[in-house]
C-alpha cells in the first residue's frame, strides 16, 4: 500500500523519518505516526528527511508539535522540497540541512469546506486563527519581522537554499541532488519551473523495483478482490437492514403523531362542547332570571359552572331548557335547580311533587 511516510529505528538509539509523499494521505493520518514514532523507544537522534508538497494541515501541525516536544535530537534533511505544511514540519527539527537545489515553500493554509453561511464562516474562523498559529512557528524560526513572515505566505513565496538559509529557514547548504518526482508540482501559484526542473529527476531515473519484487500473483488478485466482493456484500447487507429498521422507526412515528394529533382534536372538540354546555345555561338563567345582568355576574356563574363536571353541567342545560319550556314544577320530571352560587339573584327549589 501506498504511504506518504516511513519511520525505522536505525543503530545507536537514532530513528530515521522519511516524508516523500502528500502528508495525511493514503489511509494513513498524523496519529498512525505519531504512535509508530512512539513506539520506537530510547531514540537520542532522529534523521527528518523531507521531498513533500504539504498536505493535510491539521496532521502536518500535529506532527510539527510531536517532534517539536521529542526530546531526541532532530536533524532534517530537504531531500527535494518542504512545501506547505511540510515547511511546518521541517521547522520542528534542531538543524535544517539543504542541497543547493532544494526548495522551501510557505504559504497561507488553505482547507476545504462545505456546508452553509454559518459552517463556511466558523470554518473561515477556524484557518484565519490557524494562519496565526503557523505565522507564529516562522516567525520563532527566521527571527524575522511579522510582518515580512505574512507577505511570504500571502504571496506563496519560494525559498532556494541560499534564500532560505539568508531567511533562517535553513542552518546549512551542501551539494545538490536529485530528487524523485512523486508528486505534481505544477498545482501551485508561484513555482519556479527552472528551479523545479533542475531539481526532479524524470521518472526513467528512478531507480525501479527488480522484477518481480512486491509483486502479487493473479490467485493473490483474485483473494484480495474476493475479499472486497465479500466486504462490500456485507455492508450493503447492513445497509439495507438499518434502512428497513429505519423506516419501521419513521412508521411508528407517524402513527403515533397521528394519534397525537387525533387526540388533539378531540380534547379540542371537547373543550368546544363544555364552553357551549356553559354558555347555554348561563344563557338560560339569565333568560329566568337566575343571575343578575352584571358582567361581574356573568363571569362570577361562568368560572363556577365551568368548575363542574361535564356530566352535571349537560344535566343542568337539560332541565334548565325543560324549565324555560314549561315553568311549571312537573316539567323537571323530578330533577332539581339550584341557585347557592356566585351571581345568582335568587335560591330556590323545584321539585316535581308526589
Given at each position: ?237 447492513k445497509f439495507d437492514a438499518q434502512a428497513a429498521e429505519l423506516e419501521t422507526v419513521r412508521a411508528s412515528l407517524a402513527e403515533a403523531t397521528a394519534t397525537i394529533e387525533a387526540n388533539a382534536d378531540m380534547v379540542a372538540a371537547g373543550k368546544a362542547y363544555k364552553a357551549k354546555l356553559v354558555a347555554d345555561v348561563i344563557q338560560a338563567r339569565r333568560t329566568l332570571k337566575m343571575i343578575g345582568d352584571t358582567p361581574e355576574a356573568t363571569t362570577e356563574a361562568e368560572a363556577f359552572i365551568a368548575s363542574w363536571p361535564l356530566a ?43
Open positions: 500500500m501506498r504511504n506518504w511516510y516511513e519511520i525505522k529505528a536505525l543503530a545507536s538509539g537514532t530513528a530515521e523519518i522519511v516524508i516523500y509523499d502528500e502528508i495525511g494521505y493514503w489511509g494513513k493520518s498524523a496519529a498512525d505516526f505519531i504512535a509508530e514514532l512512539n513506539a520506537i523507544k530510547d531514540v537520542t537522534q532522529i534523521d527528518l528527511r523531507i521531498n513533500s508538497p504539504g498536505g493535510e494541515v491539521f496532521d502536518g501541525h500535529a506532527i510539527y508539535n510531536l517532534l517539536r516536544g521529542h526530546p531526541a535530537h532532530v536533524t532534517a534533511y530537504i531531500d527535494g522540497i518542504a512545501a506547505s505544511i511540510a515547511s511546518i514540519i521541517m521547522l520542528a527539527a534542531d538543524e535544517i540541512i539543504m542541497p543547493s537545489n532544494a526548495l522551501v515553500m510557505i504559504h497561507d493554509p488553505v482547507v476545504a469546506a462545505h456546508g452553509d453561511a454559518e459552517a463556511l464562516r466558523k470554518a473561515a474562523d477556524v484557518l484565519e486563527k490557524l494562519r496565526g498559529i503557523l505565522l507564529a512557528a516562522y516567525v520563532a524560526r527566521t527571527g524575522a519581522a511579522e510582518a515580512d513572515v505574512s507577505a511570504w505566505m500571502a504571496e506563496e513565496t519560494w525559498f532556494t537554499a541560499e534564500e532560505a538559509l539568508a531567511a533562517g529557514l535553513a542552518d546549512t547548504v551542501t551539494e545538490s541532488v536529485k530528487a524523485a518526482a512523486v508528486f505534481d508540482p505544477r498545482k501551485f501559484r508561484n513555482a519556479p519551473r527552472a528551479a523545479l526542473q533542475n531539481l526532479l529527476a524524470p521518472a526513467s531515473s528512478v531507480p525501479k523495483k527488480k522484477q518481480g519484487e512486491n509483486a502479487m500473483t493473479i490467485e493473490q488478485l483474485k483473494a484480495q478482490l474476493q475479499a472486497a466482493g465479500d466486504q462490500q456484500a456485507a455492508l450493503q447487507t352535571q353541567i349537560e344535566a343542568e342545560a337539560k332541565n334548565l331548557a325543560a324549565l324555560a319550556a314549561n315553568p311549571s314544577a312537573s316539567a323537571l320530571n323530578g330533577n332539581t335547580i339550584t341557585t347557592d352560587e356566585p351571581g345568582a339573584t335568587t335560591s330556590f327549589r323545584n321539585t316535581k311533587e308526589d
